[in-house]
């Protein structure tokens, strides 16, 4: 396990040494140049000089692009066009309300996806198969903010059962532990302010959830499908194992493996899909900002989310990977 | 011709079918008999099939000229309460007064062009990339293997952002136009293809009729163009079915977020759909019909694309 984890933390650096260079080129090749984007429109030609000297842009370019790599590493990303602010403090003031939002989709994807791929496996052929297929299978082709801003008008402006913008009510005096507001509101004892946020999150998790929750029922029923045909099932089930051990230890053990791997594939794709989302409620999250920066042109910020999401993307899909080495000890040995 | 009748020809034209299929049961011919029986495939392909007609023959179907403001002074009187369908336009206005139903069926054109050309730019590039990957690392020796991992790596970075991610960064360079939705969209789907290519090829590098081919002496160029890349088009075609989906619905997105095409002049169900966002709580009606005309026609070519994947796979039909 161990050398499977260095080999794996290995590989990761290399991919964000390579997400580096990609960046590196994204930022080069902006229109103009990076100057260009972070001057105001009236700056004078001096003015350009010196933020060309400050940015190091006369440097040659593999000086340019270590120097690059160490303003990131120091989190030192610019300042965002529209605020003024540095898009680090910029983005991690947001970050807590995008993970938010996105555990809260994940956990309806995950609760809701695996059971019901699993009982489409099961009872495969019937009108539940068939309507967890084709749900699921809509579900991928609704364009998530579309589906976002009808929830909102249906259940927050037509019927007024949910709040439909921001994370909380004005008004409501909250205290900030973790910046997750529901969990913040029950570790303080705030049961008010859970209970508002948690109202708030409903309708943005259940738009976010919609992409996440179709492929999530999607694998997991194929998956399942796949292990029940093993030969190993059919033993168990002929030497008489009880139906319920045979599920847990042999059927879904097994199955967990791709879905487990999906899952992490999903986190980056939500995300991604929290623009859309976010912006829609005014959710607050890096996703606002990030509609915002797009509106506006911001780069600096553009190119913060991009480090951020991508960054925290791999890191992500290496703890899946390794979580993989924990189910599936084949996995450990092989090279 | 009443149901019972249909039914007994389609019976028979699937027993002649079958009959021919008996003889010679090439993969393809097998899937394309089981696709013919599935009605995932059918719906799939009956979408698809309307999808396209319209988009080709949008022109001489649309009663009025899309761009046309005819009924604009009535929206205006009316202070933005959009008139629903009625006798002459069947599916309403929009905020100028355009007829809604001239706009959607020529969006349908510009949606397609959007879709087919993104998911070219990715197959195209991504085939090549994958595909000269595999090639260098099966038969360019020491050196060819040390590209082909290079190659590989920098595609599983490219992997590891998500598309709409990438797309929008993209476009962020480009500024807003169509041109960007279908660049953007397109070059977020190299990767994918890459992938792909690369695994079929490397699939059929493996097989016995390389090995044949070798040792009679056929130059490896060859063996690469001629024989290996051919064969392993077909996984790749069907994601491009998948892959056509997806882009549409990116490509509303990008412009639901200003990425898109700024010109009015030409309607596009993904731009049309972002624009109505601005009228959601007091016409919602046109922000529905393009997501209605977006999905189903993306559930197309998705149904079309699983139904192909699933007639193809040969794991997947052990489970019959």
């Given at each position: 396990m161990l050398r499977y984890t260095v080999k794996r933390l290995?590989?990761?650096?290399v991919a964000l040494l390579g997400l580096s260079l990609l960046l590196f080129?994204?930022?080069?090749?902006?229109?103009?140049g990076p100057e260009n984007q972070m001057l105001p429109e009236n700056a004078t030609l001096d003015d350009?000089?010196?933020?060309?000297e400050s940015l190091g842009l006369n440097e040659p370019v593999w000086v340019q692009y270590l120097e690059f790599l160490q303003r990131v590493v120091r989190l030192d990303l610019g300042s965002s066009l529209s605020s003024g602010r540095p898009v680090a403090t910029e983005l991690a003031d947001r970050l807590p309300a995008t993970i938010e939002l996105s555990l809260a989709a994940m956990v309806i994807a995950v609760g809701i996806g695996i059971p019901l791929g699993y009982l489409a496996a099961r009872k495969r052929g019937t009108w539940l198969d068939f309507a967890a297929v084709s749900g699921s299978l809509i579900g991928i082709c609704i364009p998530v903010f579309f589906l976002a801003a009808m929830l909102k008008v249906v259940f927050a402006q037509e019927l007024a059962l949910l709040p439909s913008t921001f994370r909380l009510s004005s008004g409501l005096q909250y205290t900030d532990v973790t910046g997750l507001r529901v969990l913040d509101g029950l570790i303080t004892g705030e049961f008010n302010v859970a209970g508002d946020a948690f109202l708030h999150l409903i309708l943005p998790a259940v738009a976010l959830s919609s992409i996440p929750l179709a492929v999530v029922v999607r694998i997991t029923r194929a998956s399942v499908l796949d292990v029940i045909g093993e030969d190993y099932v059919r033993t168990a089930d002929s030497k008489g194992l009880k139906p319920a051990v045979i599920r847990g230890r042999h059927v879904m053990r097994n199955a967990m493996l791709p879905i487990v791997t999906v899952i992490g594939l999903l986190l980056g794709s939500l995300f991604a899909g929290a623009v859309l989302t976010e912006s829609v409620f005014s959710f607050g999250g890096v996703g606002s900002f990030v509609y915002q920066a797009t509106q506006e042109r911001d780069y600096p910020a553009l190119m913060g989310f991009i480090l951020v999401i991508a960054v925290s993307y791999v890191v992500l899909n290496l703890i899946v990977d390794l979580s993989y080495g924990l189910l599936d000890p084949r996995v450990r040995v092989r090279k | 011709m009443t149901t019972a009748k249909i039914e007994k020809l389609d019976r028979l034209i699937e027993a002649h079918a079958e009959a021919r299929d008996a003889r010679s049961g090439?993969?393809?011919?097998q899937s394309v008999r089981r696709m013919r029986r599935s009605p995932m495939a059918i719906s799939g392909a009956v979408i698809v099939g309307l999808f396209v007609l319209v988009a080709i023959l949008g022109p001489w179907i649309a009663p009025y000229d899309p761009t046309a403001q005819t009924w604009g002074r009535e929206v205006f009187l009316n202070r933005s309460i959009f008139p629903g369908p009625r006798?002459?336009?069947?599916?309403?206005l929009d905020h100028l007064g355009r007829d809604m139903f001239s706009r959607m069926i020529i969006g349908a054109r510009q949606t397609l062009l959007v879709g087919v050309v993104a998911t070219l730019i990715g197959f195209v590039a991504g085939a090549l990339v994958g595909g000269g990957a595999a090639a260098l690392g099966t038969?360019?020796?020491r050196w060819g293997e040390r590209v082909e991992a290079a190659v590989m790596r920098a595609v599983d970075v490219a992997l590891a952002i998500p598309m709409l991610l990438l797309a929008l960064s993209i476009a962020a360079l480009m500024g807003p136009s169509l041109t960007t939705v279908m660049v953007s969209v397109g070059v977020a789907q190299i990767p994918i293809f890459a992938r792909m290519m690369r695994g079929s090829m490397l699939a059929q590098a493996h097989s016995d009729y390389v090995l044949a081919a070798i040792s009679i002496g056929v130059p490896k160029s060859r063996i690469v163009v001629a024989h290996i890349f051919p064969n392993s088009l077909g996984p790749v075609i069907v994601q491009a079915t998948l892959v056509l989906a997806t882009a549409i619905i990116e490509a509303a997105a990008l412009s639901y977020l200003g990425l898109g095409n700024p010109d009015p002049g030409t309607p596009e169900w993904g731009t049309m759909l972002a624009d109505a966002q601005r009228f959601l709580s007091g016409a919602p009606q046109?922000?529905?019909?393009p997501a209605v005309a977006i999905i189903v026609t993306a559930?197309?070519?998705?149904?079309?694309?699983?139904a192909m994947r699933e007639s193809l796979d040969p794991r997947l039909r052990r489970q019959e």
């Open positions: 290995l590989q990761l650096s080129a994204w930022f080069k090749a902006l229109p103009g350009r000089a010196a933020l060309r | 090439s993969l393809w011919r006798p002459e336009n069947w599916l309403g038969f360019g020796g046109l922000a529905i019909y559930l197309g070519f998705t149904l079309l694309g699983e």
